[in-house]
Structures are given as structure tokens and as C-alpha cells.
């Protein structure tokens, strides 16, 4: 299924990994690789042959003009825009640190990969997002109807891998996966839906353990997946599963709150400079660590003062600069870094626990560093 | 679990539906006993003590007061509304078709009620609709974000009931069920899929085929997961599994058939009736069973002029009676219905194939009945 010119790929990345080069020209490289194994569950041409062998054979008869626009146009729209498939690496990187050949499993690698990008599409049209990776939302191409059915349809499709079972696991290995994945699905819907609500809100009422929450399971599951889903597949002992999900869903939350630090860093100071959005998480309300840290901490009427800019339904650019300001004087963006890094620090011993080889034990680390270092 | 009254009111719903009592009124009893057993899986009232026992201890702490309004108010709104729960019984009288007692399975009823309950809120959101059940719609009323969020989290909360476990499955019966749901979760996208993507065409090109494909994958598939359950964890052999799920998609697909039936004959003659909606899906421009036999069976021009008006973005009640005059003439409401009958037949060989007690083969009848026959 792999060709040797796609494992000798596959070969350079592992080796530059592990040489920690730069992880985002070599994530970018790799692309193409998982990309090619997405093509083998969802073509880029959909026809007869593949539905009735994916799907089983129709009753009557698929349409496969309608599938091709139902399901392969968006998502290979949405794929081929970008992203850096990291799910689909760090997963592989999780095998061969267990011991096995990645080559060996790399359709499970879509797994992750897939749901990923199925929660993109649903996640922008559940925010009305109007952008995506530069272009506008699937939803705004596609209409609402195509793409919410596509997002959707790429919750189930990869969960039917193992069902295909390329990798001749024994039943109990593909359902414990299949547990696994409904109690990490089910989880990652309490974090949204935990998010959605709180974004909802007007009061910022919740406390820093419910936001952690709401990341490690909106955030946080997907890592899990990609973890314990390789620990699955791999047959390792519970403790290893439960330490490899432990460090992906650290990673994970310290990434989220790397992503409310940037936002905040980077918008200080910018106020009017032309055609630069600014304070984009203020604008939206978003009620994160920095932000609930800064309410926390600041004088009353201060705090009210943030309360009342988060609250409003739009801003001024000065307003979002002085909600800016609360935020960098209550301390909030070192409360934040701090977190991130004990998590980063816990993350690590995770992998300590772990006692895999060097190589991949560097790896891991170096992947934690690059999610929460990163300046964009 | 289940109360001794509670078990009482079940004996005394499936005596009446031995004896052929009214299905609607019946069904209408039997709803309490559904509803109690969805409200041991969600809750009413969210707390921690749900929160920690059904999806696991949080890494920090949830927010039971946020996923009460993301999650259980939501569902509840939904089920109050209405709804015959007869995915459930059709469940339960498997399961005792099979030899076994209904009551030790009450909690796996609850998997595809609770999965047809989440694909209308997802389905109400993707066809833009302001109304379900007489109220607005939930994304009316919680706003889109959180009806979405909910729709989806009911696509993977009722898949955990697995692996609670509360029948004590072996390992095989478990996996086979979780692979079934794949199988059948898949095909009911691709059915919204197709439906969808015609529903955007402004040409009618597609066959009756294709058309009873997309029913038997986005109606049928539901029904099928309905029969196949039960055959599963009652662990039938595999014919009787297939036999089941024939059976199911066929009085699904006959069902649907039977809707866009009624849409026509409760329209013929109701132009200019004060305050009527009548020709509901010509006006939606649905490519029903009748209006594809309509537009290969009327002369060219007459073809013609029924896709214009299906084609137009708004049409006339005159426009909608003559569209309608047009499927009335072209005999596709006697091929239509003539076709439900034959579904309705194949869907009996398929009971008498399962050569199940002489009490469930009438209930399954009579509930085939139900479905083709019912006036409203």
C-alpha cells in the first residue's frame, strides 16, 4: 500500500525529527505522505467502485456525482489549503516509539487527522467563521447544508478503518479502540459545548480548573486519541496508554493557552496600525485563562471595567487597547506562561514514565517545545 | 432499573400491540417508559456526580451549569415536544421477538432514539428550518452553536451505552455492534449527502434508483440499526441479522415514500384554501419518487414546464397546482404508491423469512402497516 518511495519519505522525516530540525518545514514535507493515505479512505474522484467497497454494496444505486460533491470536494478543498498534519505524525512517532513499524499503520494515522478536520468544518459553521486557512469557510463555498453534512460525515468515516482492519489487529485491540474513541468523542463535545456556553455568557463566572477543563477535553481528546489510539493498535500495557494520553493532552492544553498568550502579545501595542485586526479574543469575548487570571487579580473596578469590554457586542480599538492593558497589568500574560510551562514540564515527565528509546523520547520533547514556543 | 410499574406498563403496550390496538394511541402510552430510560443516560438536571460517573473523571473540573444548557436542556426541549419513540419499541419487540426479555435491553432502545433525535437538531440546522414539532426550531432558540454542539454530542453519547455495558455483552457481541453502527452512521451521510446535494441542483437527473438508494441509506439506515442491535446483542445468527435489517429498511423506505406521497394527494385541490400550506415539496423543489416518474413519464414539454416550476425560487399557488396537476396526470402518485405497496410486501417476506412466534410477525406487520397506511 506504502511505496518505497513514500517509506524512504517517511525514513528522511523520522531522522530530521529526531535531529530537531526546523519542525515546521519538516511537518510540511510530510504532508503529502499522510495526504496520500487520506486519498486511499476518501478520493479525490469518487466513483462506484470505491463507494460499494467502502460503503458496501447500495441497496439500489449511489450517486457518485452527488458523493463527489457531498463529501470529497470539501474536504479536499479544506485539506489542501494547509495544515500541518501533526496529528498524523505524532501518532507515527508514538508507533515506532512502541516498538513498531509505522508503515505498518499508517491508515490509522488518518484517524485523528480526519476527525480533526471534520470538527474544523463544524466548528466554523457553529462560530459563523467567515475564514478558514486564508479562504473563506467551507460553509461560505458549499452552502451551510454541504459542509455541516460533510463535517459530520467525517466523525464516522474514519472510525470505519477499523472495521477495515488494515492492520489484522485481534478483536479485543479494535474494541478497545473503539471505546476509546466514544469516550474521547463524547468528552471533546463537553469541551466545545462547555466553550460555546461560556461564550454565550456575558458574566465571566467560571474558574481557571473549568477552563483548563474545557481545553483538556476540547483540545486535549484529539491528542488523547492520537495517543492512546497508537497504544491501542501497538498493544501496550494500561499505564503506558494512560501516560502517552496524559503528555499528548498536556501538549495539547499548554498549546491552547500558548494561543490566548500569542493573541494577547501580539496585539499589544498594535491599536491603529492600519489593516491589522488586534485583540481578536477580547473582540470575541473569549473568556480565557489570561482574561479570567486578570479579573481574578485586578481591583474591583478594574475588573468590571474588562468585564464590561468583554461584555459589549462591539468595541472601539481603544476600548480592546485598554482591555489589553488590564490583562498585561494584572500579570496575567506571566500567570499564563507559567501554566503553560509547568504544563510543558509535566508533559515531559509524562514521557519520563514512559522509558521509550532516546530518539523518541527527544522527539516528544521537542514536539511540546515547538507547540508552546512557537511565535505564530 | 426499571420499576416494577414501569414493567407492567411495557407487558401491557406489547398485549396491545398483539391484539392490533390503535398504534398511535399505544405508542403515545409507551413514551414515558422510553423517556426514563434516556433520562438515566441525560439527565434532566446535570451535576458533577453524572458528570464524573457517565463520561469519567474530569483531569480538572467540569462545569455541570454549562452543560446542562449545552447539552441536557437541549435534548429535553426536543423529546417534550413530541415524538412516538417507535425506534425504540420497534427495539424492544425484536429483542422479545428473539426470545428475550426486553426489560434487561431497555438502555440500548435508547441508541438509535437518541441518534434520530440528534439528526433532527443537525438536519433543522442544515435545512435552515424555523420550525420542529410546532415550536421553533432549537437553533432558534438556543442559537446555533449550542443546538449543532448538542445534535453531535447525541451522535456519540448513545455509543457509549456499549461500553457501559448494562447487558454484560461478551467482548464479540460489543465489537460487532460498534462496527454495525460504523457501517450504518456512514451510509446515513451519504444519504443526507446525496438528498442535499440534489436538493441544491436545479436539474432533475437523477433515477428512481438513486432516489430509493438515498431513502434506504438516510431513513433506512436508522431502521436498520434498530434491527441489527437487537439481532446483535441477542446474538442472532447472521441471517436473521440481515433478514431484520431488510425488513427495517424496507418499511423505512416505504415510509418515506409514503410522506412525499401525502404531500401531493393532502395538496391536490387546496389551492386558495385560506391559511393552507399546500405543495410543500414542489415549492422546496424536492425531487420525490413522484416527481422523478412524473418528469420520465409526461410529454417533453409538459416535463419541462414541471422542472421550471420545481427549478423557480418562488412559485404562485397557481404554479403549484399546475405542477401538481401535472405529477396527478403523469399516474406518479398510482406508481408511487404502488411501489410503497411492494416495499410493504418485501418488507413482510422478510418477517416471514425470520420465522419469529406467531405474535412479533403481526406486530412487525401491523407497525409495517402503520407506516404506509397512516393518513397523516
Same mark, same amino acid.
Given at each position: 500500500m506504502v511505496s518505497p518511495h513514500v517509506q524512504d519519505e517517511l525514513r528522511i522525516f523520522f531522522t530530521?525529527?529526531? #535531529?530537531?530540525?526546523?519542525?515546521?518545514?519538516?511537518? @510540511? $514535507?510530510? !504532508?503529502?505522505?499522510?495526504? =496520500?493515505?487520506?486519498? /486511499?479512505?476518501?478520493?479525490?474522484?469518487?466513483?462506484?467502485?470505491?463507494?460499494?467497497?467502502?460503503?458496501?454494496?447500495?441497496?439500489?444505486?449511489?450517486?457518485?456525482?452527488?458523493?463527489?460533491?457531498?463529501?470529497?470536494?470539501?474536504?479536499?478543498?479544506?485539506?489542501?489549503?494547509?495544515?500541518?498534519?501533526?496529528?498524523?505524525?505524532?501518532?507515527?512517532?508514538?508507533?515506532?516509539?512502541?516498538?513498531?513499524?509505522?508503515?505498518?499503520?499508517?491508515?490509522?494515522?488518518?484517524?485523528?487527522?480526519?476527525?480533526?478536520?471534520?470538527?474544523?468544518?463544524?466548528?466554523?459553521?457553529?462560530?459563523?467563521?467567515?475564514?478558514?486557512?486564508?479562504?473563506?469557510?467551507?460553509?461560505?463555498?458549499?452552502?451551510?447544508?454541504?459542509?455541516?453534512?460533510?463535517?459530520?460525515?467525517?466523525?464516522?468515516?474514519?472510525?470505519?478503518? #477499523?472495521?477495515?482492519?488494515?492492520?489484522?489487529?485481534? @478483536? $479485543?485491540? !479494535?474494541?478497545?479502540?473503539? =471505546?476509546?474513541?466514544? /469516550?474521547?468523542?463524547?468528552?471533546?463535545?463537553?469541551?466545545?459545548?462547555?466553550?460555546?456556553?461560556?461564550?454565550?455568557e456575558r458574566e465571566v463566572r467560571i474558574t481557571p480548573a473549568e477552563y483548563l477543563e474545557m481545553c483538556a477535553c476540547k483540545t486535549g481528546c484529539l491528542g488523547r486519541i492520537v495517543a492512546r489510539l497508537a497504544a491501542i493498535i501497538t498493544d501496550q500495557p494500561e499505564r503506558v496508554e494512560r501516560a502517552a494520553a496524559t503528555y499528548a493532552e498536556l501538549t495539547a492544553v499548554a498549546f491552547q493557552i500558548g494561543d490566548d498568550i500569542l493573541d494577547v502579545e501580539n496585539s499589544l501595542g498594535r491599536a491603529g496600525e492600519f489593516g491589522k485586526e488586534f485583540g481578536n479574543d477580547v473582540r470575541e469575548g473569549k473568556k480565557t485563562l489570561l482574561v479570567i487570571h486578570a479579573i481574578e487579580e485586578s481591583p474591583p473596578e478594574t475588573a468590571t471595567r474588562l468585564q464590561e469590554i468583554l461584555e459589549a457586542e462591539t468595541n472601539t480599538d481603544d476600548e480592546l487597547a485598554e482591555a489589553l492593558s488590564i490583562i498585561e497589568d494584572a500579570g496575567s500574560i506571566e500567570y499564563a506562561r507559567e501554566h503553560a510551562l509547568e504544563l510543558a514540564a509535566d508533559a515531559r515527565a509524562a514521557v519520563d514514565e514512559l522509558a521509550l528509546d532516546a530518539e523518541t523520547t527527544d522527539r516528544l520533547y521537542t514536539f511540546t517545545e515547538f507547540v508552546v514556543d512557537r511565535d505564530v
Open positions: 530530521s525529527l529526531a #535531529l530537531g530540525a526546523c519542525m515546521r518545514e519538516t511537518l @510540511a $514535507e510530510w !504532508r503529502p505522505v499522510v495526504d =496520500e493515505a487520506i486519498a /486511499d479512505l476518501v478520493p479525490r474522484e469518487i466513483d462506484t467502485e470505491y463507494l460499494e467497497s467502502f460503503f458496501g454494496e447500495p441497496t439500489y444505486a449511489y450517486d457518485p456525482d452527488g458523493l463527489q460533491r457531498a463529501l470529497s470536494d470539501p474536504l479536499w478543498d479544506l485539506l489542501d489549503r494547509g495544515g500541518k498534519r501533526w496529528r498524523a505524525v505524532l501518532f507515527l512517532v508514538f508507533v515506532e516509539g512502541f516498538g513498531e513499524d509505522p508503515m505498518a499503520y499508517l491508515p490509522y494515522a488518518c484517524i485523528p487527522e480526519i476527525l480533526h478536520n471534520g470538527t474544523i468544518i463544524v466548528d466554523d459553521v457553529e462560530d459563523g467563521a467567515t475564514k478558514r486557512r486564508g479562504e473563506p469557510a467551507l460553509h461560505h463555498i458549499y452552502g451551510r447544508d454541504v459542509a455541516l453534512n460533510a463535517g459530520n460525515a467525517l466523525y464516522f468515516l474514519p472510525l470505519k478503518i #477499523l472495521t477495515e482492519d488494515p492492520g489484522n489487529l485481534p @478483536a $479485543e485491540q !479494535r474494541l478497545a479502540a473503539y =471505546e476509546m474513541l466514544m /469516550d474521547e468523542l463524547n468528552r471533546t463535545h463537553l469541551g466545545q459545548g462547555m466553550d460555546i456556553c461560556w461564550h454565550n
